[in-house]
């Protein structure tokens, strides 16, 4: 079972930045897809971005690109989301989420990961 904890969500104005972090419970973490996901209240959970295992790969949803740089430290078991430029529109819940099977593709569907963190919320005051 591979646990994924997210952290630094919060409150932040417009035009501001947050990084979020996921930290993964386990010994190969650097054989994972790992992706971020986001869902606000009465919407449907929406991709937001994916590295692939080493990095090489990158995939973006177009509303967050020039905006959100994914990357990972697999010394760390981390994936991080830089998110800069925030707008009140991307406030929601992100959960970071593992993919297993090492194939890659672009990977923005939820049912093509194993495991979920809990969420961390991110608040964008207007």
């Known amino acids: 079972q591979v646990q994924l904890v997210e952290s630094g969500g919060g409150l932040v104005q417009a035009g501001g930045s947050l990084r979020l972090s996921c930290a993964a419970s386990?010994?190969?973490?650097?054989?994972?897809?790992m992706g971020w996901f986001r869902q606000a209240p009465g919407k449907e959970r929406e991709f937001v971005a994916a590295?692939?295992?080493?990095?090489?790969?990158?995939y973006y949803a177009d509303f967050v690109k020039g905006r959100f740089t994914i990357s990972r430290d697999n010394a760390k078991n981390t994936v991080y989301l830089q998110m800069n430029s925030l707008k009140p529109e991307d406030t929601a819940a992100y959960y970071c989420?593992?993919?297993?099977?090492?194939?890659?593709?672009?990977?923005?569907?939820?049912?093509?990961?194993?495991?979920w963190g809990q969420g961390t919320q991110v608040t964008v005051s207007s």
């Open positions: 590295i692939s295992w080493i990095g090489t790969r990158i």
């Open positions: 989420a593992a993919d297993v099977t090492q194939t890659w593709a672009t990977k923005d569907q939820a049912y093509e990961y194993d495991y």
């Open positions: 386990t010994r190969t973490f650097s054989t994972y897809t």
